[in-house]
């Protein structure tokens, strides 16, 4: 029995194979695990009979080789096509016009598209199946803006001087249901403009060419009355549709159900089991039939329950989202005001943060509330003690106290400069000196951590460690101001020095400010403090320029490519060689800075320079100048 039946699934094979003409054999013997690909072309054929548009039929052409070359490449399966539009609801398609394939025409109807005023896609029909003019429902009651943007309509002059072109171009199908338009010709702006620049053309090649060109438009001319008179009978057609499409919406009562159920119809809609059932008997204008929703009634019941469950989740997580945007926003305000400040990650450490952000729902008062703000200033104050008291530890000076008012804390000091463990054992402060004084140490962030060492890390003072070679140069600099660090005076003093410190070693003169990370440049370097006349005709360093230069914003890559900075750095041994390497009177350095040509670069040029001829990886303040008036590539030139 099992062997006279392949034989006979053979045979039907063979003489479907026979019927399809074009589709082979093999090709249906290769067809793999479907079961719909195996059917005979008679059974086939009666399957997509009961489609209610072609719409269906073009879906299933669409899904694998082997349909299409049985619907679409195969010209005596058209019988299909025609079957599927004559039981089109509410009324039979229109035949397609010659030349029209049943494929393209489904496509012409029912393929989705993109709006051409908002581009949201949409399965609404061609508002113009001649102009393939597609608006979407959402535009519908504002088209007269479109139509401005993208249709002309045909003027006098226009029919007057071009009726030639007017023989033949695509123009915009009688609608009666378009009380918008009146009976004038409407085309494409683009098309009309295209044909008049064609027209043109020919007309400037010669007699050959217009006759060419009038052939060739002939052929249009005679078939466009044929297409204008089907595009409106599918327009006729697309009218009804479309309003029994709505009234079937109505119908289908998901409102009432969901109501009846407890539960509103957005909810109902969300069950990918009714929602899509509903879409597609919206689009094939069926309603439901006797018991048919109560036997899916469960099932959608759970996926309602489930989807409401994501909905709650979502909710709660744009909660937790939008407050810890807020958190961000409060710790920029936070930077603004005040330089003792922990990094963000320990910002969302405190009591009253983390209880904040902890909290999923929207309602309660934010941290801009006047009493959340005191108790946020309260955590910060605590945070910072703690902090300064910690870091005392490190330097020496555990349990350190004082009620005079003219001693300085331990942290407080020029001398107070620190550096981090971590950075320092792993060598992630990229050739940086990575000094810090307190208020860096209390922002520092460790560079280049992993996804799990970020999650889990604090801020921890007993990370740092004092950076010994800077707070000597730091010393050496107040004895040569004839300050102590303890004393309050010391910082009123060394700010009244300026930057009259000058290293030794590269005879650049620069404030306290730089000397903590300049010692580092040389093994032995030392400072001297020169006469205030010495440096009278010298441009003090812009601190933070540096650091304003290498962001990422437009305005600072404009400002690295100006040609307007100098090297600090090649004046300095300038103006010592020039003195014959002695330090020489006030009278002569001054005269020999005064001869000495800057070669002005841009920024990225001056760290190359840096680098190359200096051996300076990381650009300081002290190392360069910037002109006011940038240099001209003449200019630019070396000395």
Request: proline share 4%.
């Amino acid at each position: 029995m099992g062997r006279q039946t392949k034989s006979r699934r053979t045979t039907i094979a063979q003489s479907t194979a026979t019927g399809l003409g074009a589709v082979s054999q093999a090709a249906i013997a290769s067809s793999g695990s479907s079961l719909l690909e195996r059917l005979p072309l008679e059974l086939l054929a009666e399957v997509l009979s009961y489609c209610s548009t072609t719409r269906d039929v073009l879906a299933l052409a669409r899904t694998c080789k082997h349909f299409c070359n049985v619907l679409v490449k195969n010209p005596s399966t058209d019988f299909i096509w025609r079957q599927v539009r004559a039981r089109t609801r509410p009324r039979p398609m229109p035949d397609p016009m010659p030349g029209l394939a049943e494929a393209t025409y489904a496509a012409l109807v029912f393929e989705a598209g993109n709006c051409e005023s908002c581009g949201q896609r949409t399965r609404w029909p061609y508002l113009s199946f001649a102009l393939r003019l597609r608006i979407c429902e959402k535009v519908r009651p504002v088209v007269c803006s479109v139509r401005a943007q993208n249709i002309r309509e045909i003027s006098l002059e226009d029919e007057a001087q071009y009726p030639d072109i007017l023989q033949w171009i695509p123009r915009r199908e009688r609608d009666e249901s378009d009380l918008t338009m009146g009976n004038g010709i409407y085309v494409r702006r683009d098309s009309w403009k295209k044909a008049i620049d064609e027209f043109r053309r020919a007309q400037e090649l010669g007699p050959d060419a217009m006759s060419a060109y009038t052939e060739t438009k002939q052929v249009m001319a005679d078939a466009l009355p044929a297409k204008l008179e089907f595009y409106r009978k599918l327009c006729i057609w697309r009218n009804q549709y479309t309003t029994e499409y709505q009234r079937n919406i109505t119908s289908l009562e998901a409102s009432a159900r969901a109501n009846k159920a407890g539960y509103t119809k957005w909810e109902l809609m969300q069950s990918p089991t009714y929602s899509s059932i509903h879409h597609a008997k919206a689009r094939c204008l069926e309603n439901w039939h006797h018991n048919e929703y109560e036997r899916i009634e469960n099932k959608v019941l759970a996926e309602i329950i489930q989807q409401m469950g994501r909905k709650i989740n979502r909710e709660r997580v744009h909660a937790l989202t939008k407050r810890r945007h807020s958190v961000e926003g409060v710790y920029k305000c936070f930077q603004q005001d005040t330089a003792l400040l922990p990094p963000l990650y320990e910002f969302r450490h405190l009591s009253v943060v983390k209880t904040y952000e902890g909290s999923s729902s929207n309602k309660g008062p934010g941290l801009s509330d006047s009493f959340i703000s005191e108790v946020l200033k309260d955590n910060l104050e605590q945070w910072v003690a703690t902090a300064r008291a910690n870091l005392a530890v490190s330097l020496g000076f555990p349990g350190w106290k004082t009620m005079s008012k003219r001693l300085l804390h331990p942290v407080d000091r020029l001398t107070a400069r620190f550096l981090c463990k971590k950075c320092s054992a792993a060598g992630k402060d990229g050739g940086k000196d990575g000094s810090m004084d307190f208020a860096g140490a209390c922002r520092h962030e460790c560079a280049r951590l992993s996804k799990k060492a970020r999650a889990t890390r604090r801020w921890d003072a007993y990370n740092f460690v004092p950076d010994q070679q800077a707070i000597d140069a730091l010393t050496q600099v107040l004895e040569l101001c004839g300050a102590k660090a303890e004393e309050v005076d010391s910082l009123r003093i060394v700010d009244s020095v300026g930057a009259r410190i000058q290293c030794t070693t590269c005879k650049l003169t620069m404030d306290v400010r730089s000397v903590g990370h300049h010692c580092k440049r040389h093994d032995e370097g030392s400072f001297v403090l020169l006469p205030a006349e010495d440096i009278a005709d010298i441009e003090p360093p812009a601190y933070g320029l540096s650091a304003k230069l290498l962001e990422t914003s437009a305005e600072a890559a404009s400002q690295r490519d100006e040609k307007a900075y100098g090297c600090r750095l090649c004046m300095a041994q300038f103006v010592f060689v020039a003195s014959g390497g002695s330090a020489g009177t006030d009278g002569d350095q001054n005269s020999k800075r005064a001869q000495y040509r800057p070669k002005w670069m841009s920024f990225n040029g001056l760290r190359s320079h840096l680098k190359e001829k200096h051996g300076i990886g990381h650009p300081a303040d002290e190392d360069f100048y910037r002109t006011k008036v940038p240099a001209s590539d003449s200019d630019s030139t070396s000395r």
